[in-house]
């Protein structure tokens, strides 16, 4: 069936540090892939998305490449604020399914002054 | 901007007993979902629904669980008999006719004791 992965771990980086969290997927199809963030106490909220090969999405100095070779979709920042500290996670949409998300595990990202 | 509201944000129930999770989804949007994370673990789907009814469910939304939508605005999850097992946090989500735009609510954190 169709999942997603994320690296494992929370990730801790200084401010102004490159930002990189991996997420690669299986899927049968052509899926849409997401990258969802929750801020601490809120809900998901959707950052960024690409529904073709080779679509980039972007959002708030935030990247991500849809790479079907590799079926990857690392999300990517250059330099990360105090502010970005939340969950992210990576998702996919099956189109095969009305449209139901299938879920990484998420990655804590904590930025620190 | 629109948002999807969830109630309560936290409940607290014995085991055995029945709880209703309650969400208004955005008025516009057509289809509706619930997705919940146990502690450390992925998003899972539970359940779609669209046209007044349920339009895919998940292995883990057994005869335990229904979704209601009484009134045109609400969207409920009832647990008839809560299990330890069932403690996460419930998300609902809506999304319009347009390819992306789930929009998800804060989610209620259920802890049955």
């Known amino acids: 069936g169709n999942s997603v992965t994320q690296m494992e771990g929370p990730v801790t980086l200084s401010e102004e540090a490159f930002l990189t969290i991996n997420c690669t997927y299986t899927a049968t199809g052509y899926p849409s892939l997401f990258w969802y963030v929750q801020y601490p106490g809120e809900g998901l909220q959707l950052l960024l998305k690409?529904?073709?090969?080779?679509d980039k999405g972007s959002n708030k100095g935030f990247e991500a490449t849809y790479r079907k070779e590799t079926t990857s979709f690392h999300l990517e920042k250059g330099s990360v604020q105090v502010s970005d500290s939340a969950v992210y996670f990576c998702?996919?949409?099956?189109?095969?399914?009305?449209?139901?998300?299938?879920f990484g595990k998420g990655n804590q990202v904590v930025v620190i002054p | 901007e629109p948002e999807v509201t969830q109630t309560p944000s936290h409940q607290v129930t014995q085991m055995g007993q029945e709880v209703i999770l309650r969400c208004v989804p955005i008025s516009n949007h057509l289809y509706f979902y619930w997705y919940r994370q146990i502690l450390g673990q992925k998003v899972e789907f539970l359940v779609s629904f669209y046209n007044n009814e349920i339009s895919e469910k998940s292995e883990i939304f057994d005869d335990q669980f229904s979704v209601e939508r009484p009134d045109g605005s609400n969207f409920t999850l009832k647990i008839r008999s809560t299990k330890l097992e069932d403690s996460a946090m419930y998300f609902c989500?809506?999304?319009?006719?347009?390819?992306?735009?789930?929009?998800f609510g804060s989610g209620t954190r259920l802890t049955v004791v």
């Open positions: 998702a996919l949409s099956d189109p095969w399914g009305n449209n139901r998300l299938a």
């Open positions: 690409a529904t073709k090969a080779d």
């Open positions: 989500a809506s999304k319009g006719q347009e390819d992306y735009g789930y929009t």
